[in-house]
């Protein structure tokens, strides 16, 4: 054999052998994706007489309004339509030329409720989610100062990037971003991500995000002693932080596309991770509801791409009255509180208090917690059954429960 046919085989011996562990992951991604398939596949429906309606939606989207990104609005609505989302919280950065909060998707598009918000940064660290937004003062202000003027006039207030915030507690907030999409995705080493997504570019690309999801550990360990503190209470809030700006693209002179290649389109960015709210039944859905039950912490947090978690609920009974997510309930003397938690198919479940777990129960659609000391109760649902690639992420984030 020809000396150049050798160094061309050894050559791609060396190309395939190197591709091996994609290929590898890619499998283990496919084994994943039918897992996924077949949870979802043996959901239980939820009981006749639930007495709220849930919604689920995103919370934390950008356009190019405010920079730092190149989607459209009408890219946004037409993903949010796609993904079948009951609502998207708009959180535009602001620009020194116009109030992007008020420029932004605001009321129904095509059957999905949008509401504008800011994203403002401040002079001490972390950021600032205000709901309806505003124009921000030319200082930038304090994270404190900017969450009591928007608390003060009935918007919502969120405690962005809570890794970056100095002093959690010296602010009055209504919730904090618990998790955050672009934090976690901070870890990726993009060669290797360059590679699998050559491998699974033409099956499910968006299932790559379990080789990099993580718990947010540091996150939730602030919030939890934040809440532990008794002096305030704020709620979890998962931000998907959508630009749709990675990716690569070219146009003509005249702006049109003549390639678009994007990693995080909407669609993709949309079906990583879903706020879930509860209304009564009989309360529709529109900004003043939907403002209500994240401001009451009447919601939770799933990472719908590993399955379908609608149907979740998580209660509390002390023998008088029942309470959910968000709301308070007393400790009878010398009792417990039976605290219940309902998944739509079989999980590990963890019950926490004040951010330390208390109890688990193993594979069971519901799983109950005698409470017989106060505190801030809160679950973590997992799902086992999915294989070593989702060990000790959690699907489900519930919001607090305080026993008093």
Known sequence: MKRWKKIALALLALLLLSQAPFACRRYRLGRLGAAVDALNRARAAAPADEPFAEYAGV??????????????LDEIVS????????????????????????????????????????????????????VPGFVPPP?????????????????????????????????????VEVYNVYTNAKRINYVTLF??????????PELLFARFYERPHESLRRWDELNAAGARRAYAFAGNDAHANVGLSF?????????????????RSFR??????????????????LLAALRSGRS??????????????????????????????????????????????????????????AAEVKDSASAEFNADRKGVYRVEVYLEQLGSLLDGKPWIISNPIFVR
């Open 195 to 204: 590679f699998d997504g050559l491998w699974s570019y033409w099956g499910r």
């Open 79 to 130: 993903a949010a339509g796609d993904q079948r989302l009951a609502f998207v919280v708009m959180t535009e950065h602001p620009s020194p030329h116009i109030d992007t909060s008020a420029a932004t998707l605001r009321g129904v598009h095509d059957g999905v409720l949008f509401l504008g918000g800011s994203e403002l940064v401040a002079s001490d660290g972390g950021r600032l989610f205000v």
């Open 300 to 357: 939770f947090l799933a990472f719908d791409l590993f399955g379908d978690p609608t149907g979740f609920r998580f209660t509390a009974d002390n023998g008088r009255d029942v309470r959910t997510m968000g709301e308070e309930v007393q400790l009878p003397a010398g009792g417990a509180v039976r605290l219940a938690a309902r998944a739509p198919v079989k999980c590990r479940t963890v019950f926490f208090r004040d951010g330390r777990a």
């Open 139 to 175: 200082q930038k202000p304090a994270l404190s100062d900017l969450a009591t003027r928007a608390r003060s006039e009935g918007r919502l207030a969120v405690a962005g990037y809570p890794e970056e915030v100095r002093d959690l507690g010296a602010g009055v907030y209504d919730g």
């Open 59 to 72: 919370f934390h989207v950008h356009s190019s309004l405010g920079g730092h990104s190149t989607g459209k």
């Open 272 to 289: 990583l991770v879903r706020t879930h709210v509860l209304l009564p039944r009989d309360t529709p859905l529109d900004e003043s509801s």
């Open 251 to 267: 146009q003509d002179q005249a702006g049109g596309k003549l390639f678009d290649l994007k990693l995080d389109p909407y669609e």
